[in-house]
């Protein structure tokens, strides 16, 4: 097959108080391992003061290993905590979470915060 299309509500699955952050994500994985690249791609559907919980991606945690994610605010409002450093984003903001950075995202808005979430589990077996 030369193409594939995901369907809205295809192939998704609940994090629930992910990272020790508290509520439940709604996430859809696109694809799965239909595509060439080393890369996970969801979409993230987030209620209001749901967190994604504080954590690090450095090789110390078995099951998310070591990897850069991007965050791409694609509806709604956040806060992002990164090495202690807050961010406010907005629609169309995107922040890049190097593997080893500590990192939280917050729903701070009314409305579900909806993200596209790239991450990349095998950074360091690829030497990048």
């Given at each position: ?60 945690d078995l ?35 190097k593997a ?29």
């Amino acid at each position: 097959m030369t193409y594939y299309v995901a369907r809205s509500g295809q192939s998704t699955f609940n994090y629930v108080n992910l990272h020790d952050g508290r509520g439940e994500i709604a996430v859809q994985r696109l694809f799965g391992k239909k595509h060439s690249w080393n890369i996970d791609l969801d979409i993230w559907e987030i209620p209001p003061g749901t967190s994604e919980g504080s954590h690090i991606h450095d090789g110390s945690d078995l099951e998310y290993g070591f990897m850069d994610e991007i965050y791409l605010i694609l509806e709604g409002q956040a806060e992002m905590t990164i090495d202690g450093k807050i961010e406010l984003l907005n629609e169309g903001d995107s922040v890049l979470c190097k593997a080893g950075s500590d990192h939280n995202l917050v729903n701070i808005g009314m409305k579900n915060l909806k993200v596209l979430l790239i991450s990349d589990p095998d950074v360091e077996s690829r030497g990048d």
